[in-house]
């Protein structure tokens, strides 16, 4: 059975035909006509459940979608939903970090918890969804550590750990990371409903 990731990243394509072995995973390049879905909830699961269903409804197939961020305790959980564009321009990691690293300059390190959380959904093209959920929780450190991953992974340091998780490997981070977490706990779900569809 054929479904639809929606994103155009080769990398998340990747990751979810390792977690969903026996499926055909294909991105949204196979579908030029399907355009960027706007992310106008207000929760993780409001986002990915309208990504997955635009999908699914354009496409004709069930469709995966996802939406995650990072959640600063001292920040009231923000910038959440917000974490892509939360010094106003999409996708400017340098940007948003070096805006959060300003709003937290002055808190305790002790104070710095902070949780990356990840929603991930599964519709199908009548209408059917499931949402699963990961969470990764850390401390940020304010200091900039590490090369690998992006957005904020520089910053956060696992609970349990000592490095951030931009100084982990590929294979470690997808061993603990909200976004693992989340479409493991989808697995299941996926099969349970698309083979039955």
Sequence with gaps: MKIVLATRNPGKIAELRRILAGFDIVGLEEFPSIGEV??????FEENALLKAHAVAEGSGLP???????????????????????WSGRHGDDQANLSLLLAQVADVPAERLTAHFACAAALALPSGESRVAEGVLPGRL???????????????????GESRTTAEMSAEEKDAISHRGRAFRALAPLVRELVTTA
């Design 38 to 43: 706007a992310e106008t909830g207000v929760t």
């Design 63 to 85: 469709a995966v979608a996802d939406d995650s961020g990072l959640c600063v305790d001292v920040l009231g959980g923000m910038p959440g939903v917000f974490s892509a564009r």
């Design 141 to 159: 450190v304010t200091t900039p550590r590490g090369t690998n991953g992006f957005g904020y992974d520089p910053i956060l340091v696992p609970d």
